[in-house]
């Protein structure tokens, strides 16, 4: 990288199952406010500003960085859009970093949102047949699919998913932005929850968030006037075609080649030692072992065995979503970007209840469409 | 394919457009948007004279909105560049804008060869009316004006400040539209008044681009002229089309004085106008001592929404690069009455990159 | 900062109809009619002689096209697959239901389907299953030319 880069402020807004108490320009100026008093600075200090979201149709408002170019504070300045897929909060981040590292700018806001509950949309993602065969099972049966092959390959317990997600609502109770915080779900409960696509079960997902996060990145001489600024070790973006000979749901190069040019940039040589926390895109609590494997952390069929050993808890080796992840909130487009200002958030200190002692570095992921859209960076309390 | 680092002999890298090529279609003939997008790609990369392994980057853009489709891009992975997985990022609206993201990785390192593409199929709905969507979806969206009635506020504004009528929206015209002389276009009707049929761009059924970038080191392997990137600059007004003067475009001003593009020579400009009299506002905004305006004819005879931006960046660069320009600008919008504009200024020369930021 | 708990005052609806015309495509359309007649159409890439069902425009993997076609047989394996106990919301099939990624014989990549004529529990990764087509009443150049596909012994 040319410039370094930082996270001087982070913003998130309270996620809920709908936030009707404002509108969608309040809801991401909360997250701006936010941000933008954890930086202690003025709008007018940021030079650009990055809108990531995903599809435009689930709000029923295009290209929304249009409307709430005002929320933002970006009225004079340029406004990028960034999307791609899932990944949209995460490619957002690496666009924000991109202009800083560029030189372009030297303050840049990045902001995420989804605000869901403000359109009944589901007619967007059906099937399309005759085009398309009628398997009706929908983006979440998807995912079971990949995590049933990831059964079949590894021989993974039937447990381990829901030993995933008690661990997830368990870390939820202490980040006060989640949206599900309930004391009461037990293993028990997960473990016989309604099957929802199998292998994945009702307390196996997350539920569906509106929300906002926002995070103000800073170049080198900008970040020296910051306390304690999360500096951008490494920050990459990774595609592949999502229908190939090769492309592996479970395994994809993507993620693989993604990770690699992460710990490459970062001089990571064995992740699950030098890495003190991860915040993983994980929408169902199955993808933790599939992830552990594909980014690294684990050898491939042994992912499962990361969390029977309690490595992936907050006082294991390698805590994983000690915010609650995805299970805990996933405002669609935005949760990208808030597993990648999660783990800004661990190397600051700033993660409160939720805070993983010593933490000095950490990897935000961020992933979408057929497991063949991924963004990945690695923050860290020094400067690189 | 791999981030070269920022020292080149000279300073800073510079980029350049090195290959460029679209297709605009009036009928369709059942092609999807990867049959389109395929022999466009093929004939940028031929143009440039680098081969799919270079690319490091691949910027694309489309309206998933407009298509109906969400996720729409999987469908397009057939013909892009990313087998072993490359940098990818898409983006909803504007390809130009892709352009920018796509200059901005080149420029950070991340690699040193990009591939832009946008592709757009406009008439598969009625996407005057989606337009609307794009505004304030509690006050002004469920009005549902049709993105020629906003224009025509605009227009309107711009007769009355009394700098120009509706026959230099003719002459626009006119000059655009081959076959059309200035009284006929005056005598057709209105259809948003002072807008008539022809001061608007006649939608085309579909449109694809590509571009080439490349980096220094990318550059000088490239099989014609390149087209250096000597700036560019985006920005956007407010919301409120009703808080802000729209007989002038205070975000072009802003993104010319920062290209330093007031007073300058300009061999050619290309604007990105659906609409006659915005031309007129653009060309003001920048400024410059223009040669020749829109030899591509720009949008008027054909518009496929979401790819006019990043055509205009193309003929621009065709006319650095084959035309004998020393200097050319492109302009691209989005957003209703010229809300969010981009100029990208190209030349012959390579110098130093001009800081367009801030 | 306090929090504000309570719904906002006034909601309204703004209904956006709106209809749009999809094109499968041309490579495409080609395979669904041969659906229609019963018939399975890959493509093989003129590159890496890749067999792909359906067809893509151009070969993910090595740029190259357009694709060959080549007859593939309508039986396969069951490479992944789930149990859908709550579908989209329209959908007429009736949960609980399977659908799987089946690569056909002869085929290298995988197409999402229906599977039936089998008790979900029955349903294991690495199955042999076979193409169940429509009655002559039902043909036409789509995907629900094959109902479903169904597991065959091994």
Redesign the interface.
């Known amino acids: ?2 410039n370094r880069c930082a996270v001087v402020g982070i913003g998130q807004t309270r996620h809920a199952a709908a936030r009707s108490d404002v ?2 320009a309040g809801l991401v100026r909360e997250a701006v406010e936010r941000a933008l008093g954890d930086a202690g600075i003025d709008g007018r200090e940021i ?2 500003v990055v809108l990531g ?1 995903a ?9 929304p ?6 929320a933002v504070g ?12 899932g990944n949209a909060g995460g ?1 957002a981040a ?2 924000g ?3 800083i ?5 030297a303050r840049v806001l990045v902001v995420s949102f989804e605000k869901q509950s ?1 359109a009944r949309a589901a007619g ?2 059906l099937q ?1 047949v005759p085009f398309e065969a009628p398997w009706h099972g929908g983006t979440g049966s998807l995912f079971a699919a990949v995590c049933r092959e990831y059964i079949s390959r590894s021989g993974a317990p039937a447990d381990i998913g829901d030993r995933v997600a008690f661990k997830e609502r368990q870390n939820a109770l202490r980040n006060p932005y989640a949206q599900v915080r309930r004391a009461d779900i037990t293993l028990e409960a997960i473990a016989t929850s309604r099957m929802l696509w199998d292998p994945i079960r009702f307390l196996h997902a997350s539920p569906s968030s509106d929300g906002a996060c926002a995070i103000v990145l800073a170049d080198e001489a900008a970040a020296a006037r910051h306390a304690r600024p999360a500096w951008v070790h490494a920050c ?9 000979p ?1 492309h592996d749901s479970v395994d994809p ?2 993620g693989r ?2 990770a690699g040019a992460v710990y490459g940039q970062a001089g990571i040589s064995n992740p699950i030692r030098q890495l003190d926390v991860a915040e993983l895109f994980a929408p169902y609590s199955w993808m933790e072992p599939i992830l552990l494997e594909n980014l690294g952390f684990a050898e491939p069929g042994a992912g499962w065995r990361l969390i029977e050993d309690g490595a992936t808890t907050m006082t294991g080796r390698l805590p994983v979503n000690p915010s609650g992840g995805l299970l805990g909130a996933n405002p669609i487009g935005a949760a990208g970007l808030v597993r990648f200002a999660e783990a800004a958030m661990q190397v600051r200190g700033a993660a409160g209840d939720h805070q993983v002692d010593g933490a000095r570095l950490a990897v935000g992921h961020a992933a979408g ?2 497991s ?2 991924v963004a990945m960076w690695v923050v860290g309390s020094e400067r690189p | 394919m791999k981030a070269q ?2 020292a080149e002999a000279g300073g ?1 890298p510079q980029v350049a457009v090195i290959g460029f090529a679209s297709q605009i279609r009036h009928v ?8 389109l997008l ?1 022999p466009v790609i093929d004939r940028a990369l031929a143009a440039s004279g680098l081969s ?1 392994s270079d690319i490091g980057v ?1 910027c694309t853009a489309s ?3 407009g ?5 729409s ?2 469908e397009v ?17 504007e390809g130009a ?1 892709a352009l ?2 796509a200059w ?2 080149l ?4 690699a040193d060869a990009a591939l832009v593409c946008a592709y757009s ?1 406009p ?4 996407l005057s ?3 609307a ?6 006050l002004v ?2 009005l549902a004006p049709r993105s020629h009635q906003l224009a025509a506020l605009q227009a309107r504004a711009l007769v009355d400040s009394g700098r120009y009528t509706e026959r230099d929206f003719a002459t626009v015209v006119s000059a655009r539209r081959a076959g059309l002389t200035l009284d006929a276009a005056l005598a057709q009707p209105y259809v948003a008044s002072p807008l008539r049929g022809p001061d608007c761009s006649t939608t085309a059924c579909a449109g694809t681009a590509a571009i080439v970038l490349a980096a220094d080191a990318s550059a000088s392997r490239a099989a014609g002229r390149p087209a250096w990137i000597a700036g560019m ?8 089309f009703g808080a802000r003067d729209l007989t002038r475009s ?2 072009i001003e ?1 993104a010319g004085a920062r290209l330093e593009l007031r007073g300058a020579e300009i061999d050619v400009l290309e604007v990105h106008a659906p609409y006659s009299h915005q031309e007129l506002i653009v060309a003001d905004a920048i400024g410059g001592r223009i040669g020749a305006l829109n030899p591509s004819r720009g949008v008027l005879p054909a518009d496929p929404l979401g790819v006019s931006g990043l055509i205009r960046i193309g003929a621009a660069a065709s006319a650095v690069s084959r035309g004998g320009a020393l200097r050319a600008v492109a302009h691209a919008t ?3 009455c010229l ?2 504009n981009l100029l990208c200024l190209l030349e012959r020369d390579r110098r130093g990159r001009l ?4 | 900062m306090s929090e504000p708990e309570g719904r906002g005052e006034h909601s ?1 609806s ?1 209904r ?1 109809r ?12 080609r395979f669904l009619r041969a659906l229609g007649e019963r018939r399975v159409e890959g493509g093989r890439c003129p590159g890496c002689a890749k067999v792909y069902v359906p067809p ?8 190259a ?1 357009p694709m060959t076609p080549v007859p593939v047989g309508d039986r396969g394996t069951i490479v992944s697959y789930t149990v859908v106990h709550v579908p989209v919301a329209g959908s007429p099939t009736k949960p609980p239901f399977a659908w799987a990624w089946i690569r056909l014989d002869g085929a290298d990549v995988t197409f999402p389907h229906l599977l039936g004529g089998v008790p979900v529990e029955d349903i294991v990764v690495g199955q042999k299953v076979r193409a169940v087509w429509a009655p002559d009443d039902q043909l036409a150049p789509s995907w629900e030319s094959i109902l479903h596909f169904v597991p065959v012994p091994p």
């Not at chain 1, 960085?65 to 005002?70: F, P």
């Not at chain 2, 298509?67 to 996720?71: A, D, L």
């Not at chain 2, 969507?133 to 509690?138: A, C, E, H, K, S």
Request: hydrophobic content about 35%; proline content about 7%.
């Open positions: 990288m040319t509108s969608l030079g650009a979201k599809p435009d149709m689930l709000e029923g408002v295009m290209s960085e249009l409307y709430l170019a005002d970006a009225v004079g300045k340029p406004i990028h859009r960034a999307y791609t897929s490619v690496s666009v970093a991109g202009l590292t560029a030189g372009l700018h403000e967007s993602t399309r990459a973006v990774r595609s592949e075609p999502p229908v190939s090769w190069r993507a080649d993604c469409g057929y063949n859209c | 680092g920022a800073a369709s003939d059942g092609s999807s948007d990867a049959e395929a799919r691949v309206s998933e909105f298509s109906g489709i969400v996720g891009v999987m992975f057939d013909v892009l560049p990313c087998w072993p997985p490359v940098t990818h990022s898409h983006l909803e609206g804008f920018y993201e901005v990785r420029l950070a390192g991340e199929r008439l598969a709905s009625d009316a989606l337009l969507l794009q505004l304030d979806p509690y969206a469920p600059d985006h920005r956007v007004e407010t919301g409120a205070a975000s802003e989005n957003g209703p809300q969010q800081r367009a930021g801030g | 309204m703004a956006v709106t209809k749009y015309t999809y094109e499968p495509g041309l490579t495409l359309s893509r425009v151009r070969c993910p993997a090595c740029g096209g």
